[in-house]
């Protein structure tokens, strides 16, 4: 039972690469979400897809472009890493509504 | 999140109770919820309540909602190893499922 799959699970980058994060989800759900994760700042959104072929901002979009490959698939891309971009990314994804978020693992992302 | 407050940590000894605190803005909100975080994992939701619930009880854990006072509480009985991890409460400010998550409370359970 895999639910919701990201890789890489690691990544150090430096200054000016590009990295996309992969996110897939085998639960059939509509909604996706991206996150990232800083030290006693709880989640803060980034961009979400509330459906297939639909993409918005959330709380903490600059930086950061996403792609929604199909249903399943829901894709994070970095054109230029900047070490203010150093976190935990999360990945989610849900029925939409008031159904709970389920998230993967997490992508350690390190920019030197 | 801004919206949410949480304390930072709680130390208790396995077998006592914990008692997790959160304060949020929005009175909005038609779902609260609770979601634990081990070590290198990802969220995993522990409960979730209603807003027109003052309580919801589900085996070893409590959570109260006073929706006057916009705080929730996550109550773990007989705490054990375990649960030792960071605890979030989140909500949905506004239409659709995005959720604003607190700060998180890390809990270490002392043998």
């Known amino acids: 039972n895999a639910g919701v799959t990201q890789t890489p699970k690691f990544q150090v980058l430096k200054t000016g690469q590009s990295m996309t994060l992969q996110c897939a989800q085998d639960m059939n759900h509509n909604s996706m979400y991206w996150y990232r994760q800083d030290p006693g700042m709880g989640l803060r959104l980034i961009y979400y897809?509330?459906?297939?072929?639909?993409?918005d901002k959330g709380e903490v979009p600059n930086g950061y472009n996403v792609s929604r490959l199909n249903k399943r698939e829901f894709s994070l891309r970095l054109e230029s890493a900047a070490p203010s971009q150093t976190s935990v990314y999360f990945c989610?994804?849900?029925?939409?509504?008031?159904?709970?978020?389920?998230f993967g693992d997490g992508t350690r992302l390190s920019i030197l | 999140g801004e919206d949410v407050e949480q304390s930072l940590f709680l130390s208790v000894r396995e077998g006592d109770s914990s008692v997790i605190n959160c304060t949020y803005t929005d009175s909005s909100s038609t779902y609260l919820y609770w979601y634990k975080q081990e070590p290198g994992a990802g969220l995993q939701l522990l409960t979730y309540i209603f807003s027109n619930m003052d309580m919801k009880q589900d085996q070893r854990l409590t959570v109260l909602l006073n929706k006057k006072d916009k705080h929730l509480s996550l109550r773990i009985a007989d705490t054990q190893t375990g649960d030792s991890a960071i605890y979030f409460c989140?909500?949905?400010?506004?239409?659709?499922?995005?959720?604003?998550f607190g700060g998180g409370t890390r809990l270490m359970v002392k043998p």
């Open positions: 989140a909500y949905p400010p506004g239409a659709g499922n995005m959720l604003t």
């Open positions: 989610a994804s849900s029925d939409g509504g008031y159904q709970p978020q389920h």
């Open positions: 897809s509330a459906s297939e072929g639909t993409t």
